[in-house]
């Protein structure tokens, strides 16, 4: 079965303010945490991955979080856009044998 | 660079007949990997390779078939296809943790 899972199908957040998106893994030998964007017809898009010894890593708008004792993973998207409107995927990955991905978080956008 | 290319984009097949979808990258990298992904849901690993000639199983393997002659080339096989295969394809390669798609092919057995 799955590994990693997602808490929630659909998030709804106003444009400007934060979104915050959660995930939750079973396999604590994974190397690297990962989330993914996904627009409509469209491929996976790396978005920004944690190292499984670090606990937080930031990019240009998104934050990852690391909860290693509760085997919890989240994705932080500052001021959300109507472009951050996709489906986030997080993954997991321990070696060469690819990705585990989980179901996705629908993220939409209210004017 | 075009990253990871796949054709075709969609394709219809009837329950029996085969096919190979193809892909390709010109970024040098070694792993590259299938995935399908099902309506509503995360993707799936079909197959990877490490490396030109290596080939391994991913979690669902079954009614697939893969080779990797090149580093550029990985083309997904298959044999009898059945309906249950209808999905949508995606092909990655990366060399660290960041993994690059290709856009999918969209296949429907019928």
């Known amino acids: 079965g799955e590994s990693v899972g997602l808490h929630l199908p659909t998030l709804s957040v106003q444009e400007g303010d934060n979104s915050i998106i959660n995930c939750a893994y079973s396999n604590s030998a994974s190397d690297y945490f990962i989330w993914y964007k996904q627009e409509s017809g469209k491929g996976p898009q790396f978005i920004i991955d944690i190292r499984s010894n670090m606990d937080k890593r930031q990019g240009q708008r998104v934050t990852v979080l690391l909860n290693k004792t509760v085997k919890h993973l989240s994705l932080q998207i500052a001021a959300t856009q109507p472009g951050d409107s996709a489906v986030y995927f997080c993954?997991?990955?321990?070696?060469?044998?690819?990705?585990?991905f989980g179901k996705g978080t629908h993220l939409i956008i209210q004017p | 660079n075009a990253g990871v290319t796949q054709t075709p984009k969609f394709r219809i097949l009837k329950i029996g007949q085969s096919m190979t979808l193809q892909c390709t990258q010109d970024m040098n990298h070694n792993y590259m990997y299938w995935y399908r992904q099902d309506p509503g849901m995360g993707l799936k690993l079909i197959y990877y390779s490490v490396g030109a000639g290596i080939t391994d199983k991913g979690e669902v393997p079954n009614g697939y078939n893969v080779s990797r002659s090149t580093t550029e080339d990985f083309p997904l096989r298959l044999e009898l296809a059945a309906p249950s295969q209808t999905s949508v394809y995606f092909c990655a390669s990366h060399q660290g943790p960041e993994a690059f798609f290709g856009q999918g092919t969209r296949l429907t057995v019928v």
């Open positions: 993954a997991e990955r321990g070696g060469a044998d690819g990705l585990t």
